[in-house]
Nanobody, 123 residues
Framework: QVQLVESGGGSVQAGGSLKLSCAASGYIATTCGMGWYRQTPGKERELVSSISTLSNDGTTSYADSVKGRFTISQDKYKNTLYLQMNNLTPEDTAMYYC??????????????WGQGTRVTVSS
C-alpha cells in the first residue's frame, strides 16, 4: 500500500516562497512518475508539475501559470518529492496534493494521492 504524506504548506505574503515535501512509503517499485496537483473550491484539480521517475534525468513539466516560479525535484534515496514555490501570488492559494503514477497494465497513470497541504498567499 502506497502512502504519500505532504508537508510544508502554510500562509505567506505575495512574493514569498514555500517548499512542499511529499514523503512516499510502501510498495513503490512500479512508480513511473510523480506530480503535484492543486485545487481550489469549485474548480477541478489542476496538474501543477510532474516529474518522470523512469528516466535518469527526471524529465519535468509545469503548468504555464507556474513556469519560472515553481521547481519540482525528487530525492530518490529518501523517496521524497519536493515543490519549491517562489514569487507566490494569491492565485496560487489552493490545496496542494502529491500524486504518484504507477502502471495499470501498460498504462502509466496517477493512482495514488496524498491528503493535501494547504497553501494560502495573501496580497
Amino acid at each position: 500500500q502506497v502512502q504519500l504524506v505532504e508537508s510544508g504548506g502554510g500562509s505567506v505574503q505575495a512574493g514569498g516562497s514555500l517548499k512542499l515535501s511529499c514523503a512516499a512509503s510502501g510498495y513503490i517499485a512500479t512508480t513511473c512518475g510523480m506530480g503535484w496537483y492543486r485545487q481550489t473550491p469549485g474548480k477541478e484539480r489542476e496538474l501543477v508539475s510532474s516529474i518522470s521517475t523512469l528516466s535518469n534525468d527526471g524529465t519535468t513539466s509545469y503548468a504555464d501559470s507556474v513556469k519560472g516560479r515553481f521547481t519540482i525535484s525528487q530525492d530518490k534515496y529518501k523517496n521524497t518529492l519536493y515543490l519549491q514555490m517562489n514569487n507566490l501570488t494569491p492565485e496560487d492559494t489552493a490545496m496542494y496534493y502529491c500524486a504518484m503514477k504507477t502502471f495499470t497494465g501498460w498504462v502509466c497513470q496517477y493512482n495514488h494521492w496524498g491528503q493535501g497541504t494547504r497553501v494560502t498567499v495573501s496580497s
